[in-house]
């Protein structure tokens, strides 16, 4: 088990390195081409095994030049997408057309304007309680708890008593 663990350490390192560095090209390249891009999305990975932090942010946008970028801890899996220009606000005479995007997520491809949170909303309670846990997802399923609420305004998450004074 000891011998386990330096592994599972230097996998944690790799992994978050290269979400680090993946963002990092994407930033790049996002800002190299800014005539085209309106904002920045972040996209967590639609699963139970998502953390509170991306689930928060999954679905917000943020201007290329600023706002916060994954990874955003140890063995994060979000990642950061263009929202693209309007075709009405392009400097171009050619027609752009963009497809409609696909999301992958641990119950099937979905839209790819699908948020975590609507995501989750369309599980069923057993994968509700397991990506957020009994208590909130009870609350989740009762409207007084929303994904954006599993974070603070630094973006850290936060615990179920912090979630209740927050609410109330």
Same mark, same amino acid.
């Given at each position: 088990l000891i011998a386990k663990a330096?592994?599972?350490?230097?996998?944690?390192?790799?992994?978050?390195?290269?979400?680090?560095?993946?963002? =990092?090209?994407?930033?790049?390249? *996002?800002?190299? &081409?800014?005539?085209?891009?309106?904002?920045?999305?972040?996209?967590?990975?639609?699963?139970?095994?998502?953390?509170?932090?991306?689930?928060?942010?999954?679905?917000?946008?943020?201007?290329?030049? =600023?706002?916060?970028?994954?990874? *955003?801890?140890? &063995?994060c899996r979000s990642t950061i997408i263009p929202v693209v220009k309007p075709f009405t606000k392009l400097k171009t005479k050619e027609q752009v057309r963009v497809p409609e995007t696909k999301r992958a997520s641990m119950t099937g491809e979905v839209s790819g304007k699908t948020s975590y949170g609507s995501w989750l909303k369309k599980q069923s309670a057993a994968i509700q309680d397991e990506a957020l846990g009994p208590t909130r997802g009870a609350m989740f399923r009762e409207g007084k708890l929303n994904v954006t609420d599993l974070k603070d305004k630094f973006g850290d998450a936060l615990a179920l008593p912090a979630i209740y004074k927050r609410l109330n």
């Open positions: 330096p592994t599972k350490y230097a996998n944690t390192i790799v992994r978050t390195s290269v979400n680090h560095v993946s963002a =990092s090209a994407r930033q790049a390249t *996002f800002e190299e &081409n800014a005539e085209f891009i309106e904002s920045i999305e972040i996209l967590a990975t639609l699963d139970t095994r998502t953390s509170d932090i991306c689930k928060g942010y999954d679905g917000q946008t943020f201007p290329i030049d =600023s706002g916060p970028r994954p990874p *955003f801890h140890p &063995n």
